[in-house]
Each structure stands twice: as C-alpha cells, then as structure tokens.
C-alpha cells in the first residue's frame, strides 16, 4: 500500500510539472505572446502537446480547475510526453451547442463532466459485478459492498427515523457512492476531482435541498409546510411573522450552501497543499525532494482517509436535513402529548431525531 502511494504521488508530481524550458528559447519567448504560451480560455493549458513551462501557482490552478482540455501520458509532437493534451472541443467535432432563439447552451463535455461520467461508469460497473456474485453468507466484494449500505442505512435510521429511512436509503446509497468515487478518482494522476468544482457540489446539494422539500411537505401537507416559516410563531404573535418568515426561508438555503461549500473546500484545499509541497521541488531545489515527497505523500494518505470522510459528512448531513422536516411534522401535530410521541414513528424515533437534527436554519 506504502509503495503503491509513493508511485501515485510521484506520478502526480511528474504528470503535473512539465519539464524546464531552454532558458534561451524562454527569454526569446518573453518578448512576444506565443500562441501556445499564453493562458487557455477556460483555465487549460494550450491545445498545443506538452513542452511548455508554468508557474507553480499556474500549475496549480490548472490542476484544480475545469476546462475542455484534458492532460494524459501519450506520445505527442513527435515523442511520449507527460501531458499530452486532448482537447474536448476538438474531439466532440466542436463543441455540443443548442442554440435557442437569440440564447445558446453549450453542452460541450469539460474535463470534470468526463470525471463525472467515468465515475458513474465504473461505480455501475462496480455494483453490477458485486450484485451478481450476492449470496445468503455474502463475502468478498459484494460483502463490502454490502456493509457500506448498511453503514449507510445506518446514518439514515439514526438522523431519519426506522420508520421513513429506508425511503430515503437508495438516495443516501446513490449520494455516498457517486461522492465517494470521485473524490478517489480525482487522487489518481492525469484525472481531475470534479467535486472540487463548485459547480458540482452546488448540483449535488440541490437534490438534497429538493428531497428536503419534498418530504417536508409531504409529511407536513402545504399547509403544515407553510406554517412551519412562521418559526413556530403562533397567530396571537403574528406581529413577529415578518420577522420569523424571512429568517426561515433563509434558513432553508443555508443547508444546501453549507453542503456545497464544506464538500468544495475540502477538496480543492487538500489538492492545494500535495501540489504546493510538490512545487517545492521546482521552486527550490531538487534536494528538498526527498522531503517535499515524504510530507506530500503524508497529505496524499489523509486525503485518502478525507475522500471516505467528506462522502460520510455529506451523506449525513443530508440525512440529518431530511430527517429535520419529519420531526416537525411529529412535534407539530403532537405538542400537546406529554410524552412527545410522533404520529408518523415511535418515540424513540422522535426523541432521537430530535436530538439530532434542529428544528429550525
């Protein structure tokens, strides 16, 4: 495992550093803007093979950034390189672009969307071989497959209830899977992490933003639902509703941003840090390698134990959100009981949820 990890890191660093321009070819090249030298549209290194120099910090944007231009080993310009660039426009015969009226929506794949789809290829792929070899006594893949669902059923009977959760498994199972895998995929070298896209984490949270909806308005009815953003506030206190109504619907955007965010930051910092403590190598001096590598590989292990982690957290949370709606439908319609019961689950189920997930923001 320590071997294998050394190799992945050291691939990193060879896949993402091009090699030292001549100095002369570079001083030549200072006086005028080559075509191939400049900075790609979208974030990317030129359409051009690889050759070209980049500073550290533009290197390290361009590792973490999207773009249609994706850099993989292969033979180019006459020789193998390290980065070798495919550009997306070109091989989708430029560009997928709907044009609607005076509107254009351009589908044209980006490296992080091709991310996107391998990782849902090989998590199907993945499930499909593990399904196939299930058994009553389950072992091998299929059994580790099968007790991370079950971890996973776990988180939604302890944030849900035992009554609902399993509604609500297959999308906790999708979520923890799909999340999981490309947070792995992005920590192998030439590919890309598309969850360090914000554009990614946002799309993600809005599915548990709208499950959150849905299932507090069907458990509450509109009219609970509509009640609920007076805060509890009852009618005798109706001045306070202006107040109260603003603040919750807030409170609802504030669940999905703090999902998109926390998943975001997570990852781009992580990928920040192993390129930084790489670049040291590039910047400095070659003999700082042997340190420079040992602290990366370090990072690139913990970032190994916060891909599973960052997958968990948001799982969670989204199980907690969705587990937050019920529990007013429970102790709205039953305030008055003494014990607190919940009419749609035991009273354990409300008590425990409620411990867990807040009634309200």
Known sequence: MTLASVALVLGLALGQHAPAADPHADAAGHGEPAAHGEAAPHG??????????ATLPETMMHHVANGTVMELPGFCDGGFKWNCEIDLV????????????????DMTPSKHVVMMLLSAVILTVMLVLAARKRSLVPRGFYNFVELLVEFVRGIAIA???????????????????????????????FMATATANVSVTVALALFTFFITQYAAIKSMGVKG????????VPPSLAW??????????????????????????????GHFVILAL???????????APVSVALALGIFLLELFVAFVQAYIFTMLSALFIGAGLVHHGH??????DHGHAGHGEAAHASHAAGKAPGHG
């Open 159 to 189: 944030n849900i209830g035992k009554k609902d959760a399993d509604r609500f498994v297959p999308y906790l199972c999708t979520a923890f899977f799909f999340v999981l895998t490309m947070n792995l995929l992005g920590l192998v070298p």
């Open 90 to 105: 070109k091989v989708t015969g430029g560009g997928w672009k709907i044009h609607l009226g005076q509107a254009t929506l």
């Open 44 to 53: 990317e290194a030129s359409a051009h093979g690889g050759g070209h120099s």
């Open 240 to 269: 306070l509703w202006p107040i109260m109504i603003p603040v919750e619907f807030l409170g609802l955007f504030t669940k999905p941003f703090a999902l998109t965010v926390r998943l975001f930051a997570n990852m781009v910092a």
């Open 332 to 337: 709205d319609e039953h305030h008055d009981d």
């Open 278 to 288: 790489l670049g040291l190598i590039f910047a400095v001096s070659v003999w700082v």
């Open 225 to 232: 639902y509509l009640a609920h953003m007076t805060g509890g």
